[in-house]
């Protein structure tokens, strides 16, 4: 075998060398978007469940009834839980979270909806615009699925 030959073989073993570390370079990059965006949601997340954590986050005037101040703590409650499955919603989407990890967000939600169904519609029409087109139809579609059985 030839010092030319020995070349060629070394540029090709290089070749495969550069095309297997791109390959990989692909692959992290990928992966940190995706923890960078689920490290997004979920402070996200947590910032609104902090936010609707308790009463004490919403002042409420001095002759607020005692139904009026259930309405508020109702309210609280069911964007925390919308925050909350978002966050896992995303995560899913985005696969962070492994199958044997993940609890199935759709219960919870099915669950708030058909709790209250009319406030809880209302309120998710108030603010859903906050969210993704995708996890608008997520939850909609839950909400339809809700009212079908709610029918029968």
Known sequence: MNWEAVGAIGEVIGAIAVLVTLMYLASQVRSARKAAVASIIQGRGELAYSFFRDNETSVLPADTTPDQAEEVALSQQFWRT???????????????????????????????????????????????????????????????????????
Not at 95 to 104: H, L, M, N, Q, S
């Open 82 to 152: 919308i925050a909350y499955n978002h966050t896992l919603w995303a995560q899913r989407e985005l696969g962070v979270i492994e199958p044997k990890y993940y609890v199935d967000p759709a219960n919870v939600v099915r669950l708030a909806f058909a709790m209250n169904p009319d406030s809880s519609k209302s309120l998710w029409h108030s603010g859903k615009a906050s969210y993704s087109p995708e996890f608008i139809a997520w939850v909609e579609s839950i909400i339809q699925e809700v009212e079908s059985h709610r029918d029968t």
